[in-house]
């Protein structure tokens, strides 16, 4: 099936090579590493496109999916322009490369932001990739929690501020994990464990989704497990420092989403900041860190998106509106409401979009609006949504299908 990576960020892009998170993006870093994350099953990246806040000059940018650190053929300079796209490369992936996004300034300075976007296409049907980590250190006597899809996570010690919520039914199976520096010496260690509601994931045998590094490796996997999950469930994932280790690092994790229906793929956001109580506010649709606050500014808040249906918005609040006080949080298209929505009001802390759904374009602007109504208290928030796009008649499963398409090639 296909899945659609929204990505944007609203940090300057300025001089020489820079990297960024190929899933929402973060602060443009001159070190690949800070944003290399790990696939978690076999399939191709391709549709890369860009979109800039105003046109660049001749020279403009270079931008390149890397994997593996190395730059791939997935690529295009945008010149004289302010957007521009590869639609005929496809680069193949398999369960622990790593990918991220580059950008090289030819000449053209800066520009104020840059939103993104591409298409994975996983070689089973209704899987789809989760996309999670940060650069920020762990910690190496405490436990901490974060969030499952993003760029860049701020790691804290409360777990019901680092959860995500999930929008449909699916499994979660395939966890990588990636550190940016070697634990230190055995048996220092680090372990990571998928946490479902806020509990340990459990595959009904009492199994966790987990991954534990030892000193002398940074990278680690399990795929003999898979945890079924709920619309409207919370995610996070837990990381414990084992044996107190002698060297902090960044994390990067990668897992894979198997939905009950093919063709939807989530999109997981959220952030510690609370709305505003008073003013229409807007956020990116797939944060950049949890940290990411509303602001009054739609442009600052703004990412690329590609054909696919939006739905199953699933919201969740800090804490209650108050009595006769709302928040309306809404999908935002080509800076217009689409009809996905959700009211919370009163004495609620939840609510979702049920049966509504609306249709992005090509390189349509996606993001999220706050709207309060009489004074609510101000709450922090998390949302999760479903992004859609009805599986390909016939290519549904590469491999099984592989000896027919020789065939029909004539190549056997």
């Known amino acids: 099936m296909e899945q659609v990576i929204i990505g944007g960020s609203f940090q300057p892009l300025n001089t020489n090579t820079k990297y960024n998170s190929l899933v929402g993006g973060f602060s443009w870093q001159d070190t690949e590493l800070y944003y290399s994350k790990p696939v978690s099953t076999d399939g191709i990246i391709k549709h890369l496109r860009v979109k800039l806040s105003a046109a660049t000059n001749a020279a403009g940018f270079t931008f390149t999916l890397m994997v593996n650190g190395a730059p791939t053929a997935l690529a295009f300079t945008i010149s004289s322009a302010d957007s521009g796209s590869d639609m005929v490369h496809e680069i193949d992936v398999t369960g622990g490369d790593t990918v991220s996004l580059r950008a090289v300034d030819n000449g053209a300075g800066s520009v104020t932001s840059v939103a993104w976007s591409c298409v994975f296409e996983g070689d089973t049907p209704n899987e789809s990739i989760i996309l999670g980590g940060t650069n920020l250190p762990t910690s190496v006597d405490t436990t901490e929690f974060g969030r499952l899809m993003g760029a860049w996570d701020n790691m804290g010690i409360g777990e019901v501020g680092e959860e995500q919520v999930c929008p449909t039914a699916g499994t979660i199976k395939n966890f990588y994990v990636r550190l940016d520096l070697d634990p230190g010496t055995s048996p220092d260690a680090y372990r990571f464990t998928l946490r479902v509601n806020g509990l340990n994931s459990d595959d009904g045998a009492g199994n966790p989704l987990r991954v534990t590094i030892i000193a002398n490796n940074k990278t680690g996997n399990d795929t003999a497990h898979e945890i079924t999950v709920a619309a409207g469930d919370t995610l996070a994932i837990m990381v414990e420092p084992i044996s107190t280790p002698a060297v902090a690092t960044g994390v990067h994790w990668g897992m894979t989403f198997v939905a009950d229906i093919d063709g939807e793929s989530i999109v997981l956001g959220d952030t510690t900041q609370v709305l505003d109580n008073a003013a229409t506010e807007y956020n990116q649709i797939q944060t950049e860190a949890d940290s990411t606050a509303f602001d009054t500014d739609e442009d600052l808040r703004l990412q690329l998106c590609q054909v696919c249906v939006l739905k199953k918005l699933y919201v969740i609040l800090a804490g209650t509106p108050g009595a006769g006080n709302s928040y309306d949080i809404t999908v935002r298209v080509a800076k217009a409401d689409s009809d996905v929505t959700v009211h919370i009001h009163d004495s ?45 008649a016939g290519l549904e499963n590469k491999s099984a299908n592989m000896g027919a398409k020789m065939i029909g090639a004539g190549l056997i």
């Open 348 to 392: 609620d802390t939840a609510g979702n979009s049920g049966a509504l759904t609306d249709t992005v374009a090509l390189d349509d602007y996606v993001n999220l609006k706050s709207v309060p109504l009489s004074t609510p208290t101000a709450r922090a928030i998390k949302w999760g949504l479903v992004s859609y796009r009805a599986p390909i």
